[in-house]
């Protein structure tokens, strides 16, 4: 997935470093990041977690971890370059076929949860909550589990949470949020929409949500712009006194306003993104 941002872009978060030769310690690198590693009774409760949870199911003798390799050499996928190099190593194969993988070269891994391939380069990690494998780096990321996904340690206290947000297709596009590779962005009323989609409301000066109508930026210096328009409009004299009931989009408070055919303003917030509900 694309990276998400809160407009003023990923709970359990593993991912597939190595912890070669399974030791109490390395086992305790699986644990989330904000918890203590404390070897003793405390830490071999942990383990006996990590057992009840399936995270040991994983990996093979040499590293106990949820991703394998594709060799570069043989395009082959194995655990880890130890089991390819017994493999391909071994008596029973031609002496001119025996090999050892080019470890740092290696270029794909491959997710155990979810079968996901990617490049190594991308800082993929599988997310429990997600319940698939993304990329970023789960130490820059968190999980929103009311909102169902992953989005940046940035938008931890300020991104509104809004039920399942993700899982929906873009409004422009349509493209389903939650898998989508491109850039998110979470609006101030809490709806997402590719970032490439909003860039593209704007040129067509369209700045309020598709899915609520609330207002997508400050617009205070636009609705300045109205102010002086209506006051160099006048009205005709048959609309000068007449009334109506408008319905802010943005606070969601109902006015009652004289008409005017530029837009009428929101006596609670002053905003011009209203709309009429009686005359």
């Not at 399974?22 to 383990?47: A, Y």
């Not at 422009?172 to 909003?198: A, M, Q, R, W």
């Not at 328009?229 to 006048?234: D, S």
Request: proline share 3%.
């Amino acid at each position: 997935m694309g990276g998400v941002a809160v407009l003023h872009s990923e709970s359990l978060q593993l991912d597939c470093k190595d912890t070669k030769h399974v030791t109490e310690k390395d086992v305790c690198n699986h644990l989330p990041s904000n918890e203590e590693h404390i070897l003793g009774e405390e830490s071999s409760q942990k383990i006996n977690n990590l057992r009840e949870r399936g995270d040991m199911e994983y990996g093979c003798q040499h590293y106990r971890r949820r991703c394998r390799i594709r060799a570069p050499c043989c395009n082959e996928i194995f655990n880890c370059r130890h089991c390819h190099n017994e493999a391909k190593n071994n008596i029973n194969i031609d002496q001119k076929h025996r090999h050892d993988v080019p470890r740092h070269q290696v270029k794909q891994v491959i997710c155990s949860l979810c079968g996901t391939e990617q490049e190594v380069s991308k800082k993929q990690y599988h997310c429990s909550g997600c319940g698939i494998c993304r990329t970023g780096g789960c130490e820059n990321v968190f999980h929103c589990f009311k909102c169902g996904c992953c989005y940046s340690t940035q938008m931890k206290n300020s991104h509104p949470c809004v039920e399942g947000a993700m899982h929906h297709d873009c409004p422009i596009c349509f493209e389903y949020l939650f898998e989508s590779v491109n850039d998110v962005l979470v609006l101030p009323c809490g709806h997402t929409i590719h970032k490439s989609c909003l860039n593209e409301m704007g040129e067509h000066f369209q700045y309020a949500c598709p899915l609520c109508s609330k207002s997508v930026c400050d617009m205070s210096m636009i609705w300045e712009k109205f102010d002086l328009q209506i006051a160099a409009t006048p009205m005709p004299e048959a609309y000068r006194n007449k009334m109506i009931w408008i319905l802010c989009n943005d606070c969601t408070k109902t006015s009652h306003v004289q008409f005017h055919l530029v837009a009428q303003k929101c006596l609670n917030c002053k905003s011009y993104n209203t709309r009429q509900i009686r005359g």
